[in-house]
């Protein structure tokens, strides 16, 4: 069967692909039909924080499916009822709302910091973003995603957005002169936008400027969250109190969930037939979500995380040692790395090409910036495997300019 063109022929082509049919994941690795394995460092994005086929989740997907799939929100749902209980008592006091996806996500807290606004009374409006934020695609939350190709050929609905250069807590100061905004709202590691870690005394400073004005203070840690940064949520970090966290990616286990953890001055704004959704959210990916919320929790998880994380790191900046005309910077926290490379957007493409076909899956972001997204459960036989083929790959691409 040749699926490349049938896919081309019936599916709206809204993503490249890269050249490989997926037929099997395990652990760390993923299989394509010709049974080649690849290293995933990409994690679909940020998904799969415990790797493919995790036993948990997979026993977890057998018990939840023997009872229901769907039942809606009507009746209580235990499975989210304990998800919810857990994501709060590991961030914030509040409550939570559950989407399907993380745009749902920036929609429903659209819609809440609105009602807000609205019940203040106090002229307050519109929301403060970063330039090169992403907050996902849909009209809404396109509107928050400042990367001009990402929003300039789409309508953009009417509500106030203010755009922040990161680091700029002067300017958000200023910008608090001229206009009287709601809120602020912040992805911790900037991801799409190149992977990108705001500092700690930004988030600490802006956090300050909110309490001051009277705004919300609110994170998109729908890449960052979950583990990824080697915290639950990566505002942690910074010791910093949010208002209101986005979640969505990792939350699931693997498959759709998002949602959002409002603080206790927002928890109670949405009424019944303010905002809903028919299938958020669902108990089966509740129940995975459950899973990965016991493996985080699990200390020997976490202990052999943090090690991993450290390991990686190490061998990134002694990599860089060793290559500083190929490796110029190396950016990111945790398992949410950016590697800027100096090389055209075709040669970075090429060296992700050449990663694949030594068996390594990595994303490129920003055009020439190799970003690694790797499974929780990466293990230092995994990172010295990365690292002596890329750089093996890096030297390459640096040959072959000459
Ligand atoms: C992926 C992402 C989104 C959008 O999530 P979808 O599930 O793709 O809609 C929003 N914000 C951030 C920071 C993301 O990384």
Aim: proline letters at 5%.
């Amino acid at each position: 069967m040749d699926w490349r063109s049938l896919d081309e022929q019936y599916i709206i082509s809204t993503y490249k692909r890269l050249p490989i049919a997926i037929a099997k994941g395990s652990g760390n690795y993923l299989y394509d039909t010709e049974g080649k394995s690849y290293l995933d460092l990409f994690t679909g994005l940020a998904v799969n924080v415990l790797g493919h086929s995790h036993p948990k989740i997979v026993q977890a997907l057998h018990e939840q499916g023997e009872q229901f799939l769907h039942i809606s929100n009507v009746f209580l749902n235990q499975p989210a009822i304990r998800l919810a209980q857990r994501l709060v008592e590991g961030t914030i006091a509040g409550k939570v709302f559950f989407s399907n996806s993380g745009a749902e996500a920036t929609e429903a807290a659209i819609k809440l910091i609105h009602k807000w606004t609205k019940a203040q009374g106090a002229g307050r409006e519109g929301i403060v973003v970063l330039r090169n934020s992403f907050h996902g695609r849909t009209l809404g939350a396109v509107r928050l995603t400042r990367q001009p190709n990402v929003y300039q050929d789409f309508p953009q609905p009417t509500f106030p957005v203010f755009e922040l250069e990161a680091e700029d807590a002067a300017g958000l100061r200023s910008l608090c002169q001229e206009a009287k905004p709601a809120a602020v709202l912040m992805e911790p590691v900037l991801g799409s936008g190149g992977v990108i870690p705001l500092s700690e005394d930004f988030l600490r400073e802006v956090e300050k400027i909110c309490r001051e004005e009277g705004m919300l203070f609110a994170m998109d840690e729908i890449q960052t969250g979950m583990g990824r940064t080697g915290k639950l949520f990566a505002y942690q970090h910074a010791g910093v109190t949010p208002d209101l966290i986005l979640f969505a990616k990792g939350v699931g286990g693997g498959l759709p969930l998002g949602g959002l953890i409002a603080g206790t001055q927002l928890m109670d704004l949405f009424q019944p037939g303010d905002h809903g959704s028919t299938f958020a959210p669902s108990p089966l990916s509740a129940a995975l979500g459950n899973v990965v919320m016991d493996e985080l929790h699990n200390p020997s998880f976490d202990a052999q995380l943090q090690e991993v994380i450290q390991y990686l790191w190490n061998g990134l900046e002694s990599l860089r040692e060793r290559l500083p005309e190929q490796l110029q910077a190396l950016r990111g926290k945790g398992m949410m790395v950016g590697i800027p490379l100096s090389v055209t957007p075709e040669e970075t493409s090429r060296l992700q090409q050449n990663l694949l076909s030594e068996g390594i899956l990595v994303d490129v972001t920003q055009k020439t910036i190799v970003r690694l997204l790797p499974p929780l459960t990466l293990t230092t036989k995994d990172v010295d495997f990365f690292l002596a083929v890329f750089s093996r790959q890096l030297k390459a691409l640096s040959s072959e300019e000459e």
